[in-house]
């Protein structure tokens, strides 16, 4: 039996070696029912060959032709584990144990669906978190709020665009938003360079 962890997150696989001269890869995923299993050369050297996860197992009947390092990378669930082995290593039996893959990204923590009378304040300003891929808090990072430049919108303090700073712990925290002289629903999108994208629903009532 050959073991290794993932080159994914901290998800990890095990490989069984099978008795006979199977020529092809068959295993099971213990914690996803459905998904697929991508077969793959780092260098290019074949094609992927893909094979459908269903009930928790999957099987290629044949990889003879393959020659060199076989990455194969399971994704389903929301789970994702990556292994990179050679056919010396002969793995007929594939399990994978898939962990949550993790990206960095901007999470909505309070003011969203807020409603306010044209021309007044909103009563909680918009609050976002931005975290690494590892889940950590990312400092320093600027996070730009942005309103629709016309019809219903907000301003902060008279524009309809500010950019912050988050903190220590990844937070970033808006100025005072003042609906709009227009009634009606619209987001309030949040960027940040390399941490995608989040939106805050506000409403102006008439």
Same mark, same amino acid.
């Not at 056919?87 to 007929?92: F, N, R, V």
């Not at 999470?107 to 891929?133: D, E, H, M, P, W």
């Given at each position: 039996m050959a073991t290794g962890i993932s080159e994914t997150g901290s998800a990890s696989s095990r490989f069984y070696r099978q008795a006979g001269p199977e020529a092809g890869v068959f295993g099971i995923v213990t914690n996803a029912s459905t998904g697929s299993?991508?077969?793959?050369? *780092?260098?290019? %050297?074949? &094609? *992927?060959?893909? =094979?459908?996860?269903?009930?928790?197992?999957?099987?290629? !009947?044949?990889? &003879?032709?393959?020659?060199?390092?076989?990455?194969?990378?399971?994704?389903?669930? @929301?789970?994702?584990?990556?292994?990179?082995?050679?056919?010396?290593? &002969? *793995?007929?039996?594939?399990?994978?144990? $898939?962990? =949550?893959?993790?990206?960095?990204?901007?999470? +909505?923590? %309070? @003011?969203?669906?807020? #409603? =306010?009378? +044209? $021309?007044?304040?909103?009563?909680? #300003?918009?609050? +976002?978190?931005?975290?690494?891929?590892?889940?950590? !808090?990312?400092? $320093?990072?600027?996070?730009?709020?942005?309103? *629709? %430049?016309?019809? =219903?919108r907000a301003t902060f303090g008279g524009r309809t665009t500010v950019t912050v700073k988050t903190d220590s712990r990844g937070y970033a925290t808006s100025p005072r938003r003042k609906a709009g002289k227009t009634a009606g629903t619209y987001p309030v999108k949040v960027t940040a360079h390399g941490f995608g994208t989040a939106a805050f629903k506000l409403t102006n009532k008439a």
């Open positions: 299993v991508v077969f793959s050369s *780092p260098s290019g %050297s074949f &094609s *992927p060959v893909t =094979a459908d996860v269903t009930d928790g197992a999957f099987y290629v !009947p044949n990889l &003879s032709s393959i020659r060199g390092t076989i990455q194969a990378t399971f994704t389903g669930g @929301g789970l994702t584990a990556t292994r990179t082995f050679t056919k010396a290593e &002969s *793995p007929y039996a594939l399990q994978f144990t $898939g962990q =949550a893959a993790r990206t960095a990204k901007i999470a +909505v923590i %309070s @003011g969203n669906k807020q #409603r =306010a009378r +044209v $021309g007044t304040y909103f009563s909680c #300003r918009l609050r +976002v978190r931005v975290v690494t891929a590892a889940g950590r !808090p990312a400092e $320093g990072v600027e996070v730009k709020f942005a309103a *629709p %430049s016309t019809g =219903a």
